[in-house]
């Protein structure tokens, strides 16, 4: 009897996870690239060399790797404590940050991956520190940086309110990056003279990533403010929200600097339908327009945001603010509050939008004709700019700071911050006649 042996089928070995990993890792590193987030050597050496997918284990591989957070840590209550970053802001970041081999740089807010990457490009001859309130963060910090190689980087657990002493060097940090949602920043004292700090901060309930330059002191922007969210600040630095509801009508309005007004006199407002103040200033459908409410937090006292229970009664107040809580001013027993109007589809298909302001009461006329005008002074004079420009001085001792009638200037428990509007006169932007 004749026995044949059948030739074995040719096959590829099966691909690894490691494999597959560095190819998701790269792919990331070239849509970042290709959409300007990435725009230095170090930066794209960092973030294709670091394992994003090391320091969150818990997701899959293309989750680990996708342009998007990852959630790591729940409070009891389920508010989310800690994650890493969406890489195209951490690329930002970092950018903004101007960290060089050999610099000494901190970290305010921890988890692991952000701080290997900050390690990249300090190399071994800088040091890095990456600091938390929350020992579970650290513990998970400090366990992924070993396990990948990064066990030069020190972990602590303290409250950043209260900067450890023994954490700064001798002439201070060359950079301090925060990767937590702060309202003040209480380390300027901590930051070399020329040394960069970057940081999410709270500018009248706006969230803004910003890169300062020390210079005499005191912090000067000069990269673009971009808009973002972090997990909120714990610990003595937390931020505490000034929100009060309109009573009977799931309508709730938070003052973020400055004291709180009355709001119980405003429910009568709200039951009839708004006057409507058009300002004749169109924006597109994808078009940002951070920098107007920032500007008209600064501009219009009793200034505040506006939101809604999603599931309440609030049928005067149409279109109700979407995903984000929209800009308000009280004036006594009247309210008003800008809001948009779709007036085309416009030609990239999202249509096109005036800016109109809603005046609720019986001087809701009124306030809303004060806010359309700030409006229309931020077309005419600011909208060009894009962005303003944020000076922050350190309170020497606590102590404040001589009295201003600038409405862009506010004082934190740290710090005094100026809003600087630059003026572009006669721009031509898009308006509606």
Known sequence: MTHSTERPAVTTPPTTDLD???????????????????????????????????????????????????????????????????????????????????????????????AALIAELADPTGHVTTLDIDPAVTDRATRFLTQTGYDHVRVTTADAEHLPIDVVPDGGFNAIVVTVDTWDLPWIHALAEGGRLVAPLRLHGYHWAIGFTKRDGALHSDEPLIVCGFVAMQGDGAWHTNRRTVPGTGVHLSWEDGNPLPVDQLAPALTREPTVAHTHITIG?????????????????????????????????????????????????????????????????????????????????????????????????????????????????????????????????????????????????????
């Open 285 to 433: 459908g994808q078009e940002p327009f951070d920098a107007l409410t920032l500007y008209l937090a600064g501009a219009l006292p009793g200034f505040c945001r506006l939101s809604v229970d999603p599931d309440g009664n609030n049928g005067v107040l149409n279109p109700p603010p979407k995903h984000w809580p929209g800009a308000a001013i009280v004036r006594g027993t009247s309210l008003a509050r800008l809001a948009t109007e779709r007036i085309s589809d416009g030609d990239d298909g999202n249509g096109l939008y005036e800016f109109v302001v809603h005046g609720y009461g019986p001087r809701g006329q009124v306030a809303a004709k004060e806010m359309a005008d700030q409006v229309q002074h931020w077309q005419r004079n600011h909208r060009a700019a894009l962005c303003p420009r944020i000076t922050i001085h350190p309170l020497v001792n606590g102590d404040p700071m001589p009295a201003t009638d600038d409405p862009h200037v506010f004082d934190n428990k740290h710090t005094r911050i100026t809003v600087d509007w630059p003026i572009v006169p006669g721009a031509a932007l898009p308006t509606e006649g």
């Open 20 to 114: 597959v990993a560095t190819a998701l890792r790269q792919q990331l590193a070239d849509h970042l690239a290709a959409r300007g987030h990435i725009r230095t050597p170090a930066i794209d050496h960092a973030l294709r060399t670091v394992p994003r997918h090391a320091f969150a284990p818990e997701v899959p591989l293309q989750a680990a790797y996708a342009n998007d957070i990852v959630i790591t840590r729940y409070s009891d209550d389920g508010t989310v404590t800690s994650s890493i970053s969406a890489p195209w802001l951490q690329a930002e970041m970092l950018e903004a940050a101007r960290i060089q081999p050999g610099h000494q740089v901190l970290e305010i807010g921890s988890g692991g991956y952000n």
